[in-house]
């Protein structure tokens, strides 16, 4: 589009604007400032106007100022790592509006260590796409990268055992390894990057002289090096498990430990120690602060009056080369470059009434040296939550003796933030069964995300990617942007409406496919009723109502009930013949015909006719058993105990018809 010279301006109704109205004659500083306060898209429709407009609009001063005029500030992190604040303002906007417009797709995993009572987490890593929690023993790996062959069926969750050894004093695990230190001054360790982890713990080289009190591991590399400090102020650099050096230099406990390519810093109660590759080693001492102590300045000596702070909170910005130290009052920003003239520069805020609660740092910014070449100069943004659930966003490599709080974010009374994490673009707040997204540089609100964990105790970011969890056995994984993996470089929307066309067809095979089955099924059951139909006559219902169950099952219970019966009578008839049986062997006893047979008299000719009576009616009842027995044959043919007792009468009644013939 040809742009028209400065005196070729006209207004929005065709009528050319006079000299003295035109705002060509605008010096260009405070045209730049006008223009400072008006929107991106003003801005792309003003510079078509004339040849001066669009070289105006497209230097880099008018969008430095556009930062200050809605921003309030012109140290920032950086979003695009590019020099140009134009660069810069759009690419963070584009971030702005994906976090903004980006539908959320919520997973939820189930940490599942084995044991019979769920442990709770005590601690959650998160670096896209792993995911690592430790529980009671175990290291579980969570695998959140999506591949398009396997569609979601591949095994993402990985348990590590890593039982915690016995008398361990302290631990640190991070994405690549995990390290526990012990009472009797010994580590073992753990590494968590290729298939080493299905071995148990091994044990380092070497010892301190004292329990372990604190461990830290390099994070940017992968050369699983980390360092650890005793109780009696010795460190040990390690690499794997071998021993790389040893130094003491404190006589009192090392409480905290960080490292980086060539820094580590240590902290004990008094000082902070900063050593350069394993080396030189230069020393600060602790910011102090005043006692309340009651009593007149004569009943209270100076010294007692003033005490080293009790560190609560410790992070550290190694690109910067600082250190955040807090209590619950008051939090120190400290210059900890030993080759810097501002060595040991405090920089302090108090938080007056309020009280510190949590401090978190932009970490992968703190783990980037500072580029003062870039747009906002490669600030770094620490969140402060404190016990009123404020959030106070501030800068810590901002220039200026003192601290300045960029974002103040406050909640109604009825509401509580539980738990907050900060990028170089958002800051997101997890409160009660929500999650809250702002824009970290002016706090405004971006996104609400419902029905979330109702306490959230551990909230991490990783490349556009939340995880959430409660403390127990659950995470929730949250996503805004597609995948690496997913198929999102189509060049023209035929191809999109292609991949569109073959899901509508998959779509509908699918449901065709269930169709026929469903069809085929009910032609299945249709000549099944038929056949009975036609076999057994009357009606045929697929389905009984319930009245039909219900007379279906008093008619099976009624001939439960009286096959029940019919054996109970031909066991009590049993038992009274088998009764009759012992009475006519007692009674012959008596008369001693079994017992003698030569004591029959001369009037035996009663007795035999008394035997020959009692022989018909032995066999008169014999004969009658058997033909109720043949009745009720086909009625207690399931019952093969009632057969074996008919089987052992009739084998007695044999034997005592034999023993009355002989």
Known sequence: ????????????????????????????????????????????????????????????????N??????????????????????????????????????????????????????????????YPRCLCYSDGVITMLQLQQFRNNRGNRARLTYIPCTTPHGCSTMNFGINSAIFGRFDGRLYGKILNNKSY?????????????????????????DNICVSGSENGDLIWWEDTKKIKDMKISNLPILNLGINKDYTIALDSQSIYVIYQMNVVRALPLPQQINSTEGSEENVPNASRSQYIQVQFCKFDFGSSSIVLADTKDMYVITLDPHSDTFGYIRKMNFGNDQIEEVVIDEPTALKPQNLEVAGESGCFIAVKTFLSAVKIINIRAPGSKLIVQTELTVNDDEKIFTCQITNLVIVCAMNGFINIYDNLNGELIKTIQKTEKIPSFLRISQGRLLLSNGENVIQYIKFIPDDNADTHR????????????????????????YEEEEELNERQRIEATRLLNTYGGDFEEELDSESEEITLRIALMESERIQQEQLDAE??????????????????????LQDPNSIDADGNAILENDDELLRALRASQVEEVNEYENNTDSQREGSNQADDDDDIQLAIALSLSELDS
Do not use: C
């Open 1 to 64: 589009m040809e742009l028209l010279d400065d005196s070729d301006l006209y207004t929005s109704k065709g009528g050319r604007v006079s000299s003295s109205m035109s705002l060509s004659t605008l010096p260009s500083e405070i045209l730049i400032n006008v223009f400072s306060y008006l929107e991106e898209k003003d801005l792309y429709a003003i510079q078509l106007l004339s040849k001066r407009f669009y070289v105006l609009i497209n230097d880099e001063e008018l969008w430095k």
């Open 66 to 127: 556009l930062f200050v005029t809605k921003f309030n500030t012109k140290w920032f992190p950086t979003y695009s790592g590019s020099s140009k604040y134009s660069i810069e303002f759009i690419n963070r906007e584009v971030g702005l509006k994906e976090w903004k417009h980006n539908k959320s797709i919520r997973t939820k995993y189930v940490i599942a260590t084995g044991s019979r009572v769920a442990s709770p987490l005590e601690n959650m890593l998160f670096d």
């Open 198 to 222: 299905l071995q148990p713990i091994v044990e380092f080289d070497s010892l301190h002289s004292a329990p372990v009190t604190a461990i830290a591991i390099k994070k940017e590399t992968n």
């Open 491 to 514: 060049s023209n929307r035929s191809g999109s409406a292609n991949k569109n066309s073959n899901k509508w067809k998959d779509t509908l095979n699918t449901a065709l496919s269930v």
């Open 572 to 593: 009590n008839q049993d038992d009274e013949l088998q009764r009759a049986l012992r009475e006519s062997q007692l009674i012959n006893q008596d008369n001693g015909i």
